[in-house]
């Protein structure tokens, strides 16, 4: 992968960031900071909400929020980029679902759908989890998913999931 200036990306592209152990906003904190040094640059940010867990609810809540950014990167170079900001900041899942330090989730690409084996886009759970639905209309109301052809603020109002999320703060 070449190096190539951040930012010059035309699509908007949305980032799911949570975590669940330790100090959660300290983490993320971390992450942000760590993608706005890469090939990123960060357009948005929404407030932090505090979620219950999703799957393996024996577990502490998450933090999450959700990033706008640019980048020239594509789908699959970013998706390599936020793994290795993953590693950098010591991610470590037991299990599918389990805690972790830090979970960085690639979660729109503009208009894109991408289906890969290492990548589908739009992200296949999204209209299912309000952990993200209630950031992402904050910063991108009327933005259209492209496989189901609604505004996120629609499928927020769609989303039946039992998750708990309320506003932490900013970031």
């Known amino acids: 992968m070449s190096p190539r200036p951040a930012g010059g990306g035309r699509e908007r592209v949305f980032l799911g ?6 100090r959660r906003p300290g983490h993320l904190r971390k992450a942000l900071r760590d993608l706005a040094a890469s090939q990123i640059r960060v357009i948005k940010t929404s407030f932090l909400y505090n979620t219950t867990p999703v799957g393996y609810t024996a577990q502490r809540d998450f933090l999450n929020g959700v990033l706008e950014i640019r980048t020239l990167l594509s789908p699959e170079e970013l998706l390599g980029q936020l793994q290795e900001t993953e ?85």
Do not use: Q
């Open 87 to 171: 590693r950098r900041l010591g991610k470590a899942v037991s299990f599918r679902g389990g805690p972790r330090k830090i979970d960085i989730d690639l979660l729109l690409y503009g208009n894109r759908v991408v289906k890969t084996r290492d990548l589908t886009l739009p992200h296949p759970r999204l209209h299912r989890r309000k952990f993200v639905l209630v950031p992402l209309p904050e910063i991108a109301p009327s933005f259209i998913h492209p496989g189901m052809r609604k505004s996120v603020a629609r499928l927020l109002g769609e989303c039946r999931s039992s998750e708990e999320v309320e506003c932490w703060g900013k970031w």
């Open 17 to 22: 960031l949570g975590s669940n152990v330790g």
